[in-house]
């Protein structure tokens, strides 16, 4: 089975620098895009930055700027470089993945379990 797990989360102060990683594992035949998504409390899970296997990149507006995403195809990681951090960067953040896991199987929709990013003001 397919697993996504993220570390580098923690607690920095506004204007700080955090660096999010997220390392796929488990049954991979090829992976299309990667993100990040962020989940404060009482709000709906949004997008933060997504990478496609050739590169491309798409931000929220909130971000721009700011955060960076890159990926290691043969690492299989994306990370996220955040710099500038606000207090409205508060959330858990979650890494996904567009990833098909056999050769016979179709792309689905991958999950980590989050890692919790303050930022204290």
Known sequence: QVQLVESGGGLVQA????????????TIFSINAMGWYRQAPGKQRELVATITSGG????????KGRFTI?????KKTVTLQMNSLKPEDTAVYYCNAYVRALVISSY??????GTLVTVSS
Request: proline content about 0%; charged content about 25%; glycine content about 12%.
């Open 70 to 74: 890159s990926r290691d195809n043969a």
């Open 15 to 26: 204007g700080g620098s955090l660096r999010l990683s997220c390392a796929a594992s488990g």
């Open 56 to 63: 491309s990149t798409n931000y929220a507006d909130s971000v």
């Open 108 to 113: 689905k929709d991958y999950w980590g379990k």
